[in-house]
């Protein structure tokens, strides 16, 4: 048989059989680290809990396959495709593994430091399934199983403060993983359905990457598209997109609606927008950020935008928000009842009280014994310096929009109840990303990167050890 050249393609059979081989090699090495895995296909289920026989059909796969096709091995492909320029899978196959590693961490943090005293709810006395449940994650899993309820009153904690979208793609997910099995033991159940959270999120985090590298190559030039990725993905908060939250879609809806407006792409723009409107309060601030896009391509293109799919995709955040008010006047009584349930986590309207409070404590009592007193505001007020630092290389770099989007994102927070969750909320702010990767002199990116990671592995080891960092 004569062999092909080496710089051919593979035919398309040698490819399927790569692509199998390399199933069956992940299947057999999760099977070995986890104990296996249990899918559910209806009333069907799916039980893999073999690794022998799962490396056995990897090993067999990949000896006929090179027997019949020697000139393209596998690890030559592979090593091919890893040494390419950047592409689409080369983003996907960096962002997932920088979520992965982060779970790894996460574990090692747990098995060896331990959770704090105060640690809130368990699902299993196994560190590795327990991993995901964690602070508010209990909220999204109790609406992906049970729905909304309220007990008339707002001054009490109560799952309608938390938007719909990423719970109903929790539940979902949680089907064919076993979350609703009446079977299961529900604290079961619960923490699969939390694990399906979590393959949303590396899903949703990998498809916003490629969203933001192709917005970044169509904004600050293709050299720079991967280090605003890079630097997306290395960000000491970035640990949130690793979790059952709704960081990732958030992320996934906002670049992705962004991308599209830019493009006058009407539908993907209308459709991701919803989502954003749906995922979390601050979503609908995003109609905001593309009604000043539509004002800034009305000077320049007035045709186009007077068309009334531009104006409804603008409107499409805030539409979302919208529906989900009418669900909770329907249960509420109160149109915006999901906004008053916030105050029972302590945010309330303050002004510029927290600004005040932090000045006071630096002037009386220095910066160290500030970090030594309340340790968790000053890692979350370093996410607040950086997003304000780069407002305004964002609105020279990539305009006034894009800066708009910060500011948004950051101020009604800040005014509303501090630094609580800053970290988390500028993880999502697309924008600092795409500035940092254009001013970074390409000589600091790989420290500014390494830097970054170091403390986003102090972050993860926080979170996941349930200290309140959150």
């Not at 590795?128 to 909304?148: K, P, T």
């Not at 939250?245 to 958030?250: D, G, L, P, Q, R």
């Not at 989007?405 to 500028?426: D, E, K, Y």
């Not at 002199?441 to 970054?452: E, H, K, M």
Request: with cysteine; charged share 15%; glycine share 10%.
């Amino acid at each position: 048989m004569t062999s092909p050249p080496p710089g051919s393609a593979a035919p398309v059979w040698v490819r399927a059989a790569d692509a199998l081989a390399v199933t069956f090699l992940c299947l057999g090495l999760f099977t070995l680290v986890f104990g296996g895995v249990e899918l559910f296909l209806g009333p069907l289920p799916i039980r893999i809990h073999s690794p022998s026989r799962l490396l056995f059909l990897f090993a067999a796969i990949v000896a006929i396959r090179h027997a019949a096709h020697p000139g393209t091995p596998l690890h030559r492909r592979l090593l091919r495709r890893r040494d390419a320029e950047d592409s689409p899978a080369r983003i996907v196959r960096g962002a997932l593994v920088s979520r992965i590693v982060v779970l790894i961490v996460g574990y090692l943090a747990v098995v060896t430091i331990g959770l704090d005293e105060k640690a809130g709810f368990k699902l299993s006395p196994d560190p590795a399934f327990n991993l995901v449940a964690r602070f508010d994650a209990g909220w999204y899993s109790g609406i992906a199983m049970g729905g909304y309820y309220f007990q008339g009153r707002f001054d009490r904690q109560q799952n309608v403060a938390f938007f719909p979208a990423f719970p109903m793609l929790m539940r979902a997910v949680g089907y064919p993983l076993g979350g609703f099995r009446p079977d299961v033991p529900r604290e079961r159940r619960a923490a699969r359905i939390l694990w399906g959270g979590v393959i949303i999120s590396l899903i949703a985090f990998a498809w916003a990457s490629v969203y933001l590298w192709r917005l970044a190559r169509d904004t600050i030039g293709e050299d720079r598209a991967g280090t605003a990725v890079a630097l997306m993905a290395a960000y000491p908060f970035a640990v949130f997109f690793s979790a059952p939250y709704t960081e990732a879609v958030f992320l996934l809806g906002a670049v992705g609606a962004v991308y599209h407006f830019r493009r006058e792409e009407w539908l993907p723009a209308v459709a991701w927008g919803l989502l954003v409107g749906l995922t979390r309060p601050n979503g609908c601030l995003l109609s905001v950020v593309l009604g000043v896009m539509w004002l800034e391509n009305f000077r320049l293109k007035a045709e186009a935008t007077r068309r009334p799919p531009s104006l409804l995709a603008a409107a499409a955040p805030g539409i979302g928000m919208l529906l989900y008010s009418a669900y909770v006047h329907q249960l509420t009584g109160a149109w915006f009842g999901w906004a008053r349930l916030h105050e029972a986590w302590g945010r309330s309207y303050e002004g510029l009280a927290p600004v005040t409070r932090a000045y006071g404590w630096l002037t009386q009592e220095g910066l160290l014994q500030v970090v030594q007193n309340v340790p968790y505001d000053a890692i979350n007020s370093l996410g607040l310096i950086f997003a304000l630092g780069m407002v305004w290389p964002v609105v020279r770099r990539l305009g006034v929009a894009y800066a708009l989007f910060v500011l948004v994102n950051v101020i009604p927070p800040l005014l509303a109840g501090g630094v609580l969750s800053m970290g988390r909320l500028t993880a999502t702010v697309f924008p600092l990303f795409l500035a940092l990767a254009a001013v970074t002199p390409p000589r600091a990116v790989t420290p500014l990167i390494t830097a970054w990671a170091i403390g986003q592995g102090l972050v993860a080891a926080l979170f996941f050890t349930w200290r309140p960092l959150f």
